[in-house]
């Protein structure tokens, strides 16, 4: 089992960047397929950006080009870099992990794009 600590979140302008990091405990994080959903108020959860164990990603097409998703295995961290911020970024923030038998969510982080 694992769990998720997510971090980073805040209130930032438009056109501005912001990084969140998901920390995970527990064992066999290199195995886990990561992600980063988001949920608005009023919608439903979406995916924002994911990473397999292998390092391969994918992106939602509204955060293309401008957030990066990236993991380092030694410290049990998956990121998310968000740039070029837009005031529809504005959502909670949650980190995932996947793995055969389980799926694990972290408690979010707010991420408020406003001038």
């Known amino acids: 089992q694992v769990q998720l600590v997510e971090s980073g979140g805040g209130l930032v302008q438009p056109g501005g960047s912001l990084r969140l990091s998901c920390a995970a405990s527990?064992?066999?994080?290199?195995?886990?397929?990561m992600g980063w959903y988001r949920q608005a108020p009023g919608k439903q959860r979406e995916l924002v950006a994911a990473?397999?164990?292998?390092?391969?990603?994918n992106y939602a097409d509204s955060v293309k080009g401008r957030f990066t998703i990236s993991r380092d295995n030694a410290k049990n961290t998956v990121y998310l870099q968000m740039t070029s911020l837009k005031p529809e970024d504005t959502a909670v923030y949650y980190c995932?992990?996947?793995?055969?038998?389980?799926?694990?969510w972290g408690q979010g982080t707010q991420v408020t794009v406003s001038s």
């Open positions: 527990g064992s066999n994080f290199r195995l886990y397929a």
């Open positions: 990473i397999t164990s292998g390092g391969s990603t």
């Open positions: 995932n992990g996947k793995l055969v038998g389980g799926d694990y």
